[in-house]
């Protein structure tokens, strides 16, 4: 019997080895994106150790990629039943249990099971509540409900014969358009112009098989896309009902029929054409879900680069098609590495074209120069480009230089596309500075395009309009990590500018932070002589930073906020003792966070209590309120220099 003890524990030991090796050569396949093998690889490993939990958990991700949603519902129903059986709770196996939730959940979302999908986020979140991927799920899922919920109601309103006059009306211009067997150039222009003036109108339209007909006028060479991209976007319902009537399909042939064409045979509705599909596609794609989905079931680079290859070099003239087809790209480069990877496969000739674009100073080439960057941030993920872009010194000094041409008058000021340019201008060069701050050493390829300088007067903007926030979080964030290297900021006008971040209306629209990092930097003791030659400049600017510390640390929650305040205040004491007494109002505070909290925000509320006790009006007011004390507990603190928090 010992022996036959010994001879199963041995095979099970053998087996379960097996299964490893199987596992791993199935998580091969898997990172190719051969997801059929690597399931089929899964199942061979489970022949060899029918409990490998985390084998069940990989096999339904592949299941999910191959659109196999009920096997892989089955699979996560496994791992789930035998954690609640065989162990104490979903916590004794975290991670089993979160992937088994989280891939359920998916299925469940994909066959439109909202309400179990629901549960199983919720469950997914309850074990991880920081999760980022669950979160965006449990995103969709809401959304998509909400989308059905009003979907629901606008139907019952419409087919009420009770129902207003203009609602009736609308009912009735959906039934006309449901009934044409095609379009003509007239219907297609009172379509455009009328039948979708109201989301009501769009999802009735939608509810009665709308979208359908629209698929079968594009399969017809009709020019409706961009009737369909009013309809689908932001609407995951829609973008379902265009994909299961053949929409995306339909829309990838017509790419290919356009690449099928001789270069004589293209005319200018065949260049319209692809412009309106690929920018379909762009809205299609702003759904992770649907991006995801799209990229698994079409070979999308298959399409994008000899479209590329037909549109870049007639940019001067085709560049409203050729941007269409960088949005998409840069889409794609979010949603997929395969897609980034096969992009860099051509990009030393990318470059070279990008490097022409940027050229031209004509306003008419502003989409096409603004998709250029949003497409290069996007593929600076991949570890492989980002040193590669950084030798790029033509090109990044090209794009550098249309900063000062931006906004040189008035209306482009005020311009929404002058704007969404500079965003993804700024989006760029905050990626590209990430990068140099984990290396040092690449500084120098940074350094020629002089952009600290051309942001400080773009920082100038209007601080309170909304339409300027995401222009100053990134050129706030681009500062804050360039700063300690470019000694040609430390001027008094810069400092009253970033002085002007600190305040309360900035910690609403996420300015505040980055405000504080410069400035944390900006008064470090490397400074201090260059600071003193301005320093009978900026008194104003010094007092309003001290009176928004003072009200900042003695309110504010978020530890982050919190403990950078604090790490400024340090600063300024240490640059100057007698501005301590400008911070005498957080004394109480200090002490009081010193007593009852723990970690960071304990430890920046000691470093800040210590510089204050050095100067000699205050440190008989911390001693009376027992602060010194407390400073002997936390002896350790008073070596250590404080440094500012992401």
């Known amino acids: 019997m010992e022996r036959d003890i010994e001879e199963r524990a041995k095979k099970r030991k053998e087996g379960r080895a097996r299964a490893e090796e199987l596992k791993n050569k199935g998580n091969q396949h898997f990172a190719q994106g051969d997801y059929k093998r690597a399931s089929e690889l899964y199942t061979l490993a489970l022949e060899h150790s029918k409990d490998y939990k985390s084998i069940y958990t990989n096999r339904a991700l592949a299941y999910i990629k191959l659109q196999k949603f009920k096997k892989a519902i089955a699979d996560c129903d496994r791992v789930l039943e035998y954690i609640e059986v065989f162990e104490k709770d979903y916590r004794s196996s975290f991670d089993l249990s979160f992937k088994a939730f989280i891939r359920r959940a998916l299925a469940r979302f994909e066959l439109g099971e909202l309400e179990g999908a629901a549960r199983d986020i919720s469950e997914a979140l309850a074990l991880d509540p920081r999760s980022e991927e669950a979160k965006r799920l449990k995103a969709e899922i809401e959304k998509k409900q909400k989308h059905l919920a009003e979907k629901a109601s606008i139907v019952k309103e419409f087919e009420n014969e009770e129902a207003p006059i203009d609602i009736k009306m609308e009912k009735m211009l959906v039934e006309k358009v449901l009934g044409l067997d095609d379009i003509n150039e007239e219907d297609l222009s009172r379509l455009s112009e009328v039948m979708f003036s109201t989301r009501e109108m769009k999802t009735y339209f939608t509810a009665k098989g709308g979208l359908a007909k629209l698929v079968t006028w594009l399969g017809k060479g009709r020019r ?9 976007e932001g609407n995951l319902i829609a973008i379902e009902e265009f994909e299961s009537k053949g929409g995306f399909r339909t829309c990838y042939q017509i790419l290919q029929d356009f690449l099928a064409k001789t270069e004589d045979a293209r005319g200018i509705d065949d260049f319209e054409n692809v412009e309106n599909v690929c920018e379909l596609f762009v809205v299609l794609t702003e759904e992770e879900t649907i991006r995801r989905r799209l990229i698994e079931q079409y070979r999308m680079f298959a399409v994008f680069e000899p479209l590329y290859n037909v549109l870049m070099p007639k940019f001067r003239d085709e560049h409203e098609a050729l941007s269409s087809l960088l949005a998409l790209a840069s ?69 550098a230089v249309k900063l000062d041409l931006t906004f040189d008058t008035k209306e482009k000021i005020v311009s929404k596309r002058y704007i969404s340019f500079v965003e993804c201008i700024f989006a760029l060069f905050a990626n590209l500075t990430v990068i140099i701050i984990e290396n040092p050493g690449r500084l120098s390829l940074f350094e020629g395009y002089r952009l600290p300088q051309r942001l400080l007067p773009i920082l100038s903007m209007d601080k309170s309009d909304a339409k300027y926030t995401t222009i100053l979080q990134r050129g706030l964030s681009i500062i804050s990590r360039v700063i300690a290297d470019q000694p040609e900021l430390i001027t008094a006008d810069a400092f009253k500018l970033f002085a002007n971040f600190i305040d309360e209306s900035c910690q609403k629209n996420g300015l505040l932070g980055h405000a504080q990092r410069i400035l944390i930097k900006f008064l470090a003791k490397r400074n201090c002589e260059r600071i003193a030659q301005f320093e009978s400049q900026i008194p104003e600017a010094m007092q309003k930073i001290q009176t928004e510390l003072v009200r900042m640390i003695n309110t ?7 403990s950078n305040g604090c790490t400024l205040g340090c600063s300024i004491v240490d640059f100057s003792i007698e501005y301590a007494l400008g911070l005498r109002g957080v004394i109480q505070n200090l002490i009081n966070k010193v007593k009852d909290k723990t970690g960071s925000v304990r430890k920046n509320s000691g470093l800040l209590l210590a510089r204050l006790a050095k100067h000699p009006a205050l440190i008989e007011e911390i001693r009376n309120l027992h602060g010194i004390e407390l400073l002997m507990s936390l002896s350790c603190l008073l070596y250590t220099s404080p440094s500012p928090r992401d």
């Open 556 to 562: 504010e929650t978020d530890e982050t906020i919190y």
């Open 224 to 232: 409706v896309s961009h009737i369909v991209q009013t309809i689908v």
């Open 331 to 399: 889409n794609l480069c979010v949603g997929s590495p395969a897609f980034r990877r096969d992009f860099l496969g051509l990009i030393d000739r990318a470059l070279r074209d990008f490097e022409e674009v940027f050229r031209p100073t004509a306003s008419k080439f502003l989409r096409l120069q603004r998709q250029i960057c949003s497409l290069l941030a996007n593929l600076l993920n991949e570890a492989s480009f980002q040193e590669r872009l950084l030798r790029e010194q033509t090109l990044l000094t090209l794009i």
